[in-house]
């Protein structure tokens, strides 16, 4: 039987929720990917928005090396059978449809596009038999200071040093303030702390105008997520922000009464990302 939508994000809610209960503010660093992330056996393109989330607490909770998955059909195609009793893990495909209504006073007739996320089944590699996974040997970046900063400059990101104390966004001035880098326990920290901000700055109403119309504690998600996705771009291991420890029962709040706000909050987070790295991904 095919799962539902409201069970699909249900499913994903608690899996994000479970991960927040046990890892604290970590909670990123186990599933965002460094190098190249989860990607498709069929078409070879990544994985992306909600489906990376989704593969990559897959991959943490199953110790699973590779990042190939592909759907039943699919790998049989390729003769690797899946494994006797091997549980499918569930992505989005978006499908959309067209809902026209009639204005029963006016006879205005609107026409609205509707899109939804289906649930669909695919495998991980080391779920087949006979295949040798694609495992990608990383080397984290040894300057992720200069990788990080980088973007900044590429996407003429005005960063400044007014305040030493702490890191923020302005959007009525459109600048981001930074503490100096030697002030970090890490380079890794400076420069996902800096991703963190970057992804806010894309909310600014020039951009994606998020900024207006989100909930404070749901942006700080979308820029928590934001920064894991640049710094797995940038083969960056993600650092946690300390101070997101405040808005974890927040977000395990509002997960568990509405979870599809996760699947907003993840496209909304490579909307930045892919923005800022200048990626043109097509759905997936």
Known sequence: MAMTTTEFH????????????????????????????????????????INVLILGLAKMANNWPA???????????????????????????????VKTSVDVETGNEDVQNIRFAKAFPVFNAAQVQG??????????????????????RDNNVDVRNVDLARAFYVPSQHYVNMPQAQQFDSMESYACTLGHEMTHW?????MFNRLDNTEYAFEELVAELGAAMLAGSLNISPVPRDDHAKYLNNWIAKLSAEPKIIFTAAARAR??????????????
Not at 68 to 77: I, M, P, S, V
Not at 273 to 284: G, I, P, T, Y
Request: net charge positive; no cysteine.
């Open 10 to 49: 249900k499913q994903v809610g608690e899996q994000v929720i479970a991960a927040m209960q046990s890892a604290g503010t970590n909670w990123t660093k186990g599933w965002a990917p460094i190098g190249t992330g989860p990607f498709s056996l069929s078409t070879g393109r990544p994985y992306a928005g």
């Open 67 to 97: 990042n190939e998955f592909g759907t039943f059909n699919a790998w049989r195609a390729h003769g690797y059978p899946v494994k006797r009793g091997a549980k499918a893990t569930y992505v989005a495909i978006y499908k959309s449809y």
């Open 131 to 152: 295949y040798t996974p694609k495992i990608e040997d990383v080397e984290p970046i040894r300057d992720p200071l200069t990788a990080m900063d980088a973007v900044a």
């Open 202 to 206: 894309t909310g600014h109403k020039s």
């Open 271 to 284: 909307e930045a990302a892919d923005f800022l790295m200048k990626v043109e991904r097509a759905e997936s």
